[in-house]
């Protein structure tokens, strides 16, 4: 059963804090990950195996796996599974390629032309989370990008399993993705190895992919330690759903336990115009919870959310922007009439028959999204996160004709005579 | 007098030493940064009024001007000078306005669409830097992509002067970006009240902008506390000019010292396949050095500096691909035949007749750009930086009977049977 607030009769610092999330639950394992990241840095390949045997309880030879590995693995999963992940495959790859855009040369003035070009990050790291869920649709949502992206070095590291493989269903990714070496390095510890380098795993220049609290710790220590990027930060997940009373309360309770079955810190949260929907939902929550595999899971995580009633749908969706939620569904005959008001959510599901587990798995949209409110400045991933946009500019003896005066003016009020200097000398030779 | 080195000569590792910037000179002064960050957010404005007194050496009864002071100050300034901030703003505005661009929706099955639309993100902190230098051409190159976006609301800090005003060329740029207010604090004190607010200043979303080392560090803090987010990471300016025998060494040498004179941390390296240039350029640096008002800085940089000879203008481009410059020039007659070869860098200067200073100014490009070798992974200040894209998803009942299956194959895969459900319990009313 979801707690239920009545939008008019919240305080704006009640609805401050109900829309806040946890932004730092890791700081408790702050020393540990310390640790692990010190212990790479200085071990390498030692360390890995070290840790591959303390938490994957695995001895490894060697910390990856090559083509024939792979290829052998890949063919363990049946045909069925194969089509559903080349579907998947080729949607993500048929939205993620309108991204990437040549872009045109504009003349600011006569003679001074300016444009930008994309190049790729040269190497790129992909952490695909294992554990508890094997995760192979994370390798798509990061392996496409960055093959369309044209990433020179892509380098996957992903906990090995008992068996000191990964999961078939991985491997027939990194086939379709053509991705010929998995590392078989998990945790904090691969987020190590690739913002370092050991005497196996390359360093990268970037590094992307949700995991557990010491991935997510790892990952901002090296962006503050290094000049290797991440992605995003990373939180847990969430869902906010508006719904009015067009919407079907069995599938709006399919969709806020899809979310709470994530993890016991997800939030699914329901803002609803009508409280004969919640109530609705509320019921079929009961119903529908009882039939999951995970359901104490989700229900640690409906524990943890709640529904707002609220008058309109312009309220509603008020509210959202304030949560600014990673997922945004809204079940409601009216979606085409706010979709203009949405300002802050990282991806969004429109209409009675878009779940989001669509855009989870097999869409074309990518499902790495800003989380605990940093949707409010984050976009998801998306081909732009493995390129750069270098601006380039030109100019001819007209333009400097033209420009060379302003720049001289500028510099100087600014007191940078060698600024000025650098335009004075070529002007003198016009 | 610029080190030379012959690129032939170094080893890998003494390459990846010449490209090592320090990632984090700040360290010792991180204590001082954390008790100023949280100072002000436990006595906000208070603690804002007790800073300008400490460092600004100035009283604040109010700790902002508004529209008539700012017109009053923008009126002290030269029509010359009134004009050339007018141009520069026009070729920004021109320039930036070519980045924001609808996006088309991508239909990836039939009755399954995908598209991104673009968002601003509401509220931006740009921090404007004074003392030594004061910088209207930063609060252009951060207002002009802020405005293009359509940014809600946009704060501006910038420490005050003695008269505890700010200067008539930052107050003249206001006007022209159609900002009333601007906030008269400055250093880390800025980035913490605009990262939590105070009774005057707002809480933004993201904090945009250059400035000293105390700034800087500031950036980095509330980027790990808060889910404030910031444009990049800053590091010391740098060039890195490639010029072979077709250059001009007087050109040269201004560019490299009007990087110099930034500050004696800045970094001027010069790329040269021709020996005798580089000799030519020394004599001018020595020649041209003498003639800057801010000479002894511009000497410490090029202390800090040095040259590498190299055997051919794809040669000089690996070495500069490594080095990942902020600011890349070509001084070559050649320079078409390479650019398609630059993979790292923020921004590049093409030609005899382009210096960097014209993309400092006036131009029309940002010259917010990445430093210390982030070129590898970020690109400069664009409207992308003030935006995100948002993805939408809207599925048909067509739609939804095709990927239906395929969603819930990946699913059961993975081990989501909520999620399978949310596409289940539709499909089965279809």
């Known amino acids: 059963m979801l707690k239920v607030y009545n939008q008019e009769e919240l305080s704006p610092a009640a609805i401050e804090q109900l829309v806040l999330r946890n932004t730092d639950p890791n700081n408790a394992i702050s020393d540990t990950v310390y640790s692990i990241i010190e212990d790479v840095k200085s071990s390498g390949d ?40 080349e579907i998947a495959f080729q949607n993500i790859h048929r939205f993620h390629s309108t991204q990437l855009k040549r872009e045109r040369v504009t003349e600011t003035m006569p003679g001074v032309k300016c444009w930008r070009e994309a190049r790729p990050i040269e190497r790129v790291g992909l952490y695909i989370p294992g554990g508890s869920a094997v995760l192979p649709s994370t390798l798509l949502m990061l392996g496409v990008p960055a093959r369309i992206a044209g990433c020179k070095e892509i380098v996957v590291c992903s906990p090995p399993q008992k068996s000191g493989k990964i999961n078939g269903f991985v491997a027939y990714c990194l086939i379709l993705l053509k991705i010929e070496r998995i590392y078989l390095v998990g945790g904090a510890q691969a987020v190590a190895a690739m913002a370092f380098g050991t005497e196996t795993v390359p360093k990268v220049d970037k590094i992307f992919g949700p995991g557990n609290q010491f991935v997510t710790k790892a990952k901002s220590i090296i962006q503050g330690q290094t000049n290797v990027s991440i992605d995003m930060p990373a939180g847990p997940s969430e869902v906010l759903v508006i719904a009015d009373e067009t919407a079907n309360p069995a599938y709006v309770a399919a969709d806020l336990l899809a979310q709470a079955e994530h993890g016991p810190d997800s939030q699914a949260v329901l803002v609803s115009t009508s409280a004969e929907l919640i109530t609705e939902v509320n019921l079929e929550l009961n119903k529908q919870v ?17 529904a707002i009633l609220t008058t309109d749908l312009r309220t509603a969706m008020e509210f959202s922007n304030q949560y600014a939620p990673e997922h945004l569904i809204i079940e409601s005959d009216a979606w085409q009439s706010i979709t203009s008001l949405i300002l802050n959510a990282g991806s969004v599901f429109l209409g009675h028959l878009t779940p989001e587990s669509a855009g989870d798995y097999a869409s074309g949209t990518n499902h790495t999204l800003p989380t605990s409110g940093y949707a409010k400045s984050y976009s998801g991933v998306s081909v732009d996160s493995f390129i750069k946009k270098i601006t380039f500019q030109q100019i001819s003896p007209e333009g400097l004709q033209q420009i060379g005066s302003v720049v001289e003016i500028l510099a100087e009020l600014e007191g940078l005579h060698g600024h000025k200097n650098a335009v004075s000398i070529r002007k003198a030779d016009l």
């Open 46 to 85: 030692k360390a890995l195996r070290a840790y591959a045997s303390k938490f994957d309880q695995v001895d490894l030879e060697q910390v990856y796996l090559d083509k024939d590995d792979i290829e052998e693995l890949a063919s363990t999963i049946s045909r069925d599974q194969q089509r559903a992940l």
């Open 290 to 306: 009882g039939l999951l595999p995970r359901q104490e899971i989700a229900s640690a995580a409906l524990a943890n959310s709640y």
